[in-house]
């Protein structure tokens, strides 16, 4: 390790000990570590997901499955009900192939290096470090967004992240540590969280600012690069239908076992068609339709396209569904419903 990533490092970990985010998969135990079945976890979670989102919904997590072994006992429609507001259900449902192969072939304790761990589901370069470097103390540098931007900063590598990829992985190589691994990598997160920020960096209080090569150039405001994205999201179509009974359930039934929000609780909805006039009434509902009234139009965001849904509410008898399931009205928003589905239901009723 060079002198200037030696003094950086030391910066960092010193300005951690001091200002780091309390955060509850970080309680540390006596090896002075984390617990590494909760850095497993909260890794999932984070995916995608803002650290502020996932506080909360950790510690219920946690309360719900404390261990490796109990979440392996879980069923998959168990851990889609707990995900549902989260969002990229794919997530849940490789936390869970994980957990059951870990549980099986690593008898419940989390793989110790990254061989294994970059075959389990959902597990990347990245995650795979993650765990290693914090939950375990090896000696890696994972490289999240964070720890990105203040290695495009210190270098003022004026090219777009995508684009340097390999260059920033050789750079964190630089600054791996042999001793305190666990600390370094998350002082470098939280210091990009908090000081090293996307758009106006605390320059003026910066420990580090003497190493860096932006803040020299004055780059700070305009490193990280970013690619300008003049795509435009497309258009799904369908029309859901919010059912009612005599004694206020909501008809419901499972997603298909493949696609978008597989095997997730829904309410009757036509096939997602990009083309409005394809739209053909779903089988269930074609005998009552003349009963239904709409409820207007509703759009929601997936990451990948806009899903417009036309909503229509109904009231029937049970016994017109005698095999359909119901739920109570009342617990729809505790349901296993993804988000979009409770968001249909909260504007029908």
Not at 7 to 24: C, D, F, G, S, T
């Amino acid at each position: 390790m060079l002198k200037q990533e030696k003094q950086v490092n030391q910066h960092l970990i010193k300005w951690y000990a001091q200002n780091k985010r309390e955060l509850p998969w970080r309680k540390l135990y006596k090896n002075n570590l984390p617990n590494p079945y909760y850095v497993f976890v909260s890794e999932y979670m984070l995916q995608q997901t803002t650290v502020n989102t996932v506080k909360e919904r950790f510690i219920e997590f946690i309360n719900y499955w404390p261990t490796l072994k109990k979440l392996a006992t879980a069923t998959e429609p168990q851990i889609l009900k707990f995900w549902s507001g989260l969002g990229y259900y794919s997530r849940a449902r490789n936390l869970l192939k994980a957990t059951k192969i870990i549980n099986k072939k690593f008898n419940s304790k989390i793989p110790n290096n990254y061989e294994d761990l970059i075959l389990l589901p959902g597990i990347g370069d990245y995650t795979a470090k993650a765990i290693l470097g914090i939950a375990l103390n090896k000696s890696v540098m994972p490289l999240d967004a964070n720890i990105e931007r203040i290695l495009l900063r210190l270098h003022a590598i004026d090219k777009p992240i995508n684009k340097v990829k390999n260059i920033l992985k050789d750079l964190g190589n630089k600054f791996i540590s042999d001793k305190y691994s666990s600390n370094l990598i998350q002082s470098f997160m939280d210091y990009g969280s908090e000081i090293c920020l996307p758009r106006n960096p605390k320059c003026d209080i910066c420990g580090i600012n003497i190493f860096c090569q932006s803040y020299k150039k004055n780059l700070q405001l305009k490193i990280p690069i970013k690619l300008k994205k003049k795509t435009i999201k497309p258009i799904k179509y369908t029309r859901a239908y919010v059912i009612v009974n005599e004694k206020n359930e909501i008809l419901v039934r499972n997603r298909s076992s493949k696609g978008m929000l597989a095997s997730m609780l829904e309410v009757p909805n036509d096939v997602w068609v990009k083309n409005k006039k394809s739209l053909i009434t779903d089988q269930d509902m074609q005998q009552i339709t003349t009963k239904l009234k709409s409820k207007g139009s509703f759009e929601y965001s997936f990451s990948h396209f806009d899903l417009e849904a036309e909503i229509f509410y109904g009231n029937v008898k049970k016994a017109k569904f005698l095999n359909g399931n119901w739920i109570k009205k009342s617990a729809y928003s505790n349901s296993r419903m993804p988000t979009v589905m409770k968001k249909i239901v909260e504007l029908a009723v």
